[in-house]
């Protein structure tokens, strides 16, 4: 089951750097959308690696979808060789993703966040206007909904000169 207090929490504690993406930033964003994992952009810089490593290992991340038993190692190495991980964990599935379609890495992401208090927890997440566009560049049928829920959430906040 999905503890997302415990997931931001782990990822503050050892100071990890991302950006919160997908259907919990679209939640937080004001999205009335059910999301059943979290969605983040990482840094991919060595030490943001080894600290998203220890970060999660005490909740024994495994690669979602693969066949149980099969060798796995989460470490920083892996996270170096690849780009995107889909997880499932003892506190819910998480998604680490080195790039997000229509807006590119970690570096650029940032410039498209805001920084919004979770469980009073300071988190970069991602705006509604960045949301709005990495969602429209995946193309996802089941996206079209939230992309139109997330243009009228910023319609409204226009209006209300937010």
Known sequence: MLNLNKILTALQNYNVHFILIGGQAAVVQGSAYLTYDVDICYARDKENLENIVRALAPFHPYLRGVEKGLPFIFDAKTLEI??????????????????????????EVIKHSEVMQIYDIPCNVLTIEGLIKSKKSVGRPKDEVVIKEMEAILEIRQQQGK
């Not at 991980?85 to 590119?104: C, P, Q, R, S, V």
């Open 82 to 107: 690849g780009l995107n991980f889909t997880f499932t964990t003892d506190i819910g599935d998480i998604d680490i993703l080195g790039e997000i379609e229509g807006i590119g890495i970690y570096e």
